[in-house]
């Protein structure tokens, strides 16, 4: 039937409205903001930078690979490659950013810095409160700004950290049992060595003795 959509949306737009009068859970409106809504998982709004541990210097997850950077669609991510190494999650030595800075003006939360990083080091968070008077450089979000702990995004995204949290652990078990097999098969190869009997020297040959001819 014609505008049979149309009559649907009213009638349900009647029924919120005159149950609101007897149903909080049929209010349409906060009173914000003096009350909030609560924030669903799935909210994405700014991409935040990962650490873990307690230095969020030390325990970034960046590694400074850059991908993000030139997957980002708006190009809002500037990034400089440190000159030493600092060990990762799985004590590696790993390059990371000595600068890293997000335009948040420009940032259109697409989420795939979040996608594209092999590292897990990039999320998105749920702040959205984030007016400035500075137009530009209040904005602009360097690294620091930009650090979040590993508890942070298990508070706001609690299902998806620990998922990744559970598959860096693996990843990590897996590098440490590398390493150890490693280590262990250098050791038995060493003890081998050791203990393999060593070749006898041939003798020397004796010398030859050569008489002058006689005139």
Do not use: W
Request: net charge negative.
């Amino acid at each position: 039937m014609l505008g049979e959509g149309i009559l649907k949306g009213l009638g349900e737009t009647a029924k919120n409205f005159a149950a609101s009068f007897v149903s909080k859970d049929r209010l349409t409106t906060i009173q914000y903001p003096e009350e909030r809504a609560p924030v669903i998982e799935n909210t994405r709004d700014f991409p935040f930078l990962v650490y873990d541990g307690e230095d969020k210097m030390a325990g970034l997850r960046c590694v400074a690979c850059q991908i993000c950077e030139k997957e980002c669609p708006p190009k809002c991510i500037y990034i400089v490659k440190s000159t030493d190494k600092k060990p990762d999650y799985v004590g590696k030595p790993q390059i990371y950013p000595a600068r890293f800075d997000i335009d948040i003006s420009v940032c259109m939360s697409c989420q795939i810095c979040v996608e594209v990083c092999p590292f897990e080091a990039i999320k998105m968070d749920t702040e959205f409160e984030l007016s400035t008077t500075d137009r530009f450089g209040g904005l602009l979000y360097d690294r620091d700004q930009l650090a979040r702990s590993n508890q942070h995004y298990h508070k706001i995204h609690p299902t998806e950290a620990a998922e990744v949290d559970a598959r860096l652990a693996e990843e990590k078990a897996k590098s440490e049992a590398k390493a150890k097999a490693a280590a262990e098969a250098a050791a038995l190869k060493a003890a081998a060595a050791a203990a393999a009997p060593k070749p006898t020297p041939a003798p020397a040959p004796a010398p030859v003795s050569v008489k002058e001819p006689t005139a």
